[in-house]
């Protein structure tokens, strides 16, 4: 089974900008698809982007034209790039992993937008 872990959360002010990485261990990395999701305090878990094993890339709404995912197979990192972000961006941000056999989930990277 993969294992993930998110690395390069921190406090941004709006208009700023951050990269996530996501690091995946213990299984053929290029075998999976990788999603982003983001959770803010008291809401619901939500979609942010999807990137397949073919790297086609699917994107919620409120981050299309700002946010891009891109993965790195030989690295075995999967990365958000997060352009020109706004307060309700702040969220814990969750990597996730899944192919025919596996779904997995890291432990989340805090994102936060403030002035």
């Known amino acids: 089974q993969i294992q993930l872990v998110e690395t390069g959360g921190a406090l941004v002010p709006p208009g700023g900008n951050l990269r996530l990485s996501c690091r995946g261990s213990g299984s053929l990395f290029s075998d999976y698809d990788f999603d982003w999701f983001r959770q803010a305090p008291g809401k619901q878990r939500d979609f942010v982007a999807r990137?397949?094993?073919?790297?086609?890339?699917t994107y919620a709404d409120s981050v299309n034209g700002r946010f891009t995912i891109s993965r790195d197979n030989a690295r075995n990192r999967v990365y958000l790039q997060m352009d020109n972000l706004k307060i309700e961006d702040t969220a814990l941000y969750f990597c996730?992993?899944?192919?025919?056999?596996?779904?997995?989930w890291g432990q989340g990277a805090q994102v936060t937008v403030s002035s």
């Open positions: 990137i397949t094993t073919l790297r086609t890339t």
């Open positions: 996730h992993a899944k192919n025919n056999v596996d779904d997995a």
